[in-house]
């Protein structure tokens, strides 16, 4: 059974930085890409960020695109969210997914087969 644990998130301000962490269970994490996606109250989980297992390759969603940055290190299973200049509309809980290097839909949720419980990011006006 892979666990996926989130952390980092808080309350802040606008225009602050956050840095999340997700670390995973189990020896294969760096054979699988990996991805963060968020779900504010009252909508939908979005995509976020992606990157592939090796880290060659990095995915964002428009929003995001320039503020947040995805990365991981596979010698501790870990892959990060750094987010900065953010914003109100960047609140919401924020997962770590994990999906097979056979799936390439990397916005699809259902591509992905273990999720984290979440870590709560508030940023204030």
């Known amino acids: 059974q892979v666990q996926l644990v989130e952390s980092g998130g808080g309350l802040v301000q606008a225009g602050d930085s956050l840095r999340l962490s997700c670390v995973a269970s189990?020896?294969?994490?760096?054979?699988?890409?990996m991805g963060w996606f968020r779900q504010a109250p009252g909508k939908e989980r979005e995509f976020v960020a992606a990157?592939?297992?090796?880290?060659?390759?990095?995915y964002y969603a428009d929003s995001v695109k320039g503020r947040f940055t995805i990365s991981r290190e596979n010698a501790k299973n870990t892959v990060y969210l750094q987010m900065n200049s953010l914003k109100p509309e960047d609140t919401a809980v924020y997962y770590c997914?994990?999906?097979?290097?056979?799936?390439?839909?990397?916005?699809?949720?259902?591509?992905?087969?273990?999720w984290g419980q979440g870590t709560q990011v508030t940023v204030s006006s």
């Open positions: 997914a994990r999906r097979p290097i056979y799936y390439s839909d990397y916005r699809r949720l259902s591509q992905y087969d273990y």
């Open positions: 189990g020896r294969t994490f760096s054979s699988y890409n």
């Open positions: 990157i592939t297992w090796s880290g060659d390759n990095t």
